[in-house]
């Protein structure tokens, strides 16, 4: 790693991270990066280190001294200042951030994504300390181009659903749509950070993540993580495709999503990480606006490439719909389009994403069927014994 240099050509120097969500799914890729290609310290927090298990033991990985793990639940410990105190910079992943949760878990909803990350603000603020905080895409909520009458011929003006990180407006449904718990609270705590840095000197970066997908994402349930719930739409899908049942579309699978190669958004973390000055101050939409679906095209490319990366044919009906109350519950509500617009990211450090949609799938499915297969056919084989 000697001898790396930034975007402006100095030398990068080894840096001490401590990294709050560390063992997700986000965390996982990010820490396997910094061990594989950089000199830099990890201080990884959380209270799951199942997905990243592989870089914390045998202690003779040629990292061992790189990374430690500290099993600390945010909400209340007092070690997590002490951490925060001994890194140079704080990359803070923790939230509760699945769909399901949000309408009907909303109290834990809010406190994880606002009152659990106050304190790292404070913290990185009152200490000096450079802060990455991950916010969400949900920040924006509906397009304007939503409201527009169905044949208007603005719907397909950019203007109206492109989203930008200095203009675009924050447009979220009653209080009554729970669903929209998250994304205000992710947004007070962006406003929050921005505030501590106009007011206070806080040097920070916000990302706001575009529907990232890859390996390690959320569980497959009955198999590993909570055998109840309800994962991001990667994991719901592969589970039906693992079980060879049909996917349920939530309200015609109409809505639009772009998706991004978990590997391709991590470059862009390590860009923020590695050149601070470049990336402070900003928030940056990270996506790739050339993977936009519609949940319903999502999952038939998904059983197209799952048809061939397991051999397997398709079943008979392949998708079934579902109505969001029936799936979710009272209160959910969508986002209906998601397209992040690219500039900033792209002046600021020079960042594309590379991978394509079917490319991206074709080594996560790959990685699904080699990992959970055989799982669940022993899962299903007892379930039909008893
Ligand atoms: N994956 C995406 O596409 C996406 C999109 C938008 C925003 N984000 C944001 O990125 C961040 C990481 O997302 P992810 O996909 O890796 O989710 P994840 O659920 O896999 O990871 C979050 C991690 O935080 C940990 N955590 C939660 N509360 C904690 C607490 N109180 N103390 C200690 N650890 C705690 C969890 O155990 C988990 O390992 C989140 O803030 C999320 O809102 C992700
Ligand atoms: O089985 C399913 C699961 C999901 N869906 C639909 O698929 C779409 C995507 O759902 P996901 O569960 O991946 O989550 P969303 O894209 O709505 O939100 C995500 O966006 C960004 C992050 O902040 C969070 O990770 C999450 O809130 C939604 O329209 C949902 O209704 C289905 O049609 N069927």
């Not at 920040?139 to 527009?148: D, S």
């Not at 639009?256 to 923020?272: C, G, H, N, P, S």
């Not at 799936?327 to 960042?351: A, C, H, V």
Request: aromatic fraction near 8%.
């Amino acid at each position: 790693m000697a001898g790396k240099v930034d975007l402006d050509g100095n030398a990068i120097k080894p840096i001490t991270i401590c990294m709050i969500g560390a063992g997700g799914f986000i965390g996982s890729h990010l820490c396997e990066k910094l061990m594989h290609e950089t000199s830099h310290k990890v201080l990884a927090v959380d209270v799951y280190s199942d997905k990243i298990k592989h870089l914390l033991e045998p202690a003779t990985l040629d990292w061992a001294d790189r990374i430690q793990f500290h099993r600390i639940n945010i909400k209340n410990d007092s070690r997590l200042e002490g951490l925060i105190k001994m890194a140079d910079l704080t990359i803070n992943l923790a939230a509760i951030c699945t769909p399901a949760d949000y309408n009907t878990r909303p109290l834990d909803t809010i406190y994880s994504n606002f009152i659990d990350a106050l304190p790292v603000v404070k913290y990185c603020s009152e200490n000096g300390k450079r802060l990455i905080h991950f916010s969400t895409c949900e920040v924006y909520g509906k397009t304007i181009g939503a409201f527009l009458p169905k044949d208007s011929p603005l719907r397909k003006d950019p203007a109206y659903y492109v989203l930008k990180e200095d203009t675009s407006p924050c447009i979220f449904g009653s209080i009554e749509k729970q669903r929209w718990s998250y994304a205000c609270a992710k947004q007070l705590i962006e406003r929050l950070i921005y505030a501590e840095g106009a007011e206070n000197g806080l040097e920070f970066t916000i990302v706001r993540p575009f529907n990232w997908i890859g390996p390690r994402m959320d569980f497959i349930p009955g198999i590993d993580g909570p055998s109840e719930g309800v994962p991001r739409v990667l994991a719901c899908f592969s589970n039906n495709l693992l079980r060879r049942e049909p996917l349920k579309l939530v309200d015609g699978g109409e809505s639009q999503r772009t998706f991004i190669y978990i590997k391709d958004a991590i470059e862009a973390v390590l860009l923020m990480i590695e050149n601070p000055a470049r990336a402070n101050g900003h928030i940056f939409n990270v996506g790739n606006p050339n993977n936009e679906v519609t949940v319903r095209q999502l999952a038939e490319m998904m059983t197209q490439v799952y048809s061939k990366v397991s051999g397997e044919s398709s079943i008979e009906t392949p998708t079934i719909d579902v109505s969001s109350k029936e799936f979710y519950g009272e209160g959910y509500d969508d986002s209906d389009k998601r397209i992040p617009d690219m500039t900033i990211i792209n002046k600021q450090l020079g960042w594309n994403p590379k991978t394509s949609l079917w490319d991206l799938l074709e080594s996560t499915l790959t990685y699904q069927h080699r990992t959970y297969a055989e799982a669940i056919k022993q899962a299903m084989s007892k379930t039909t014994a008893n």
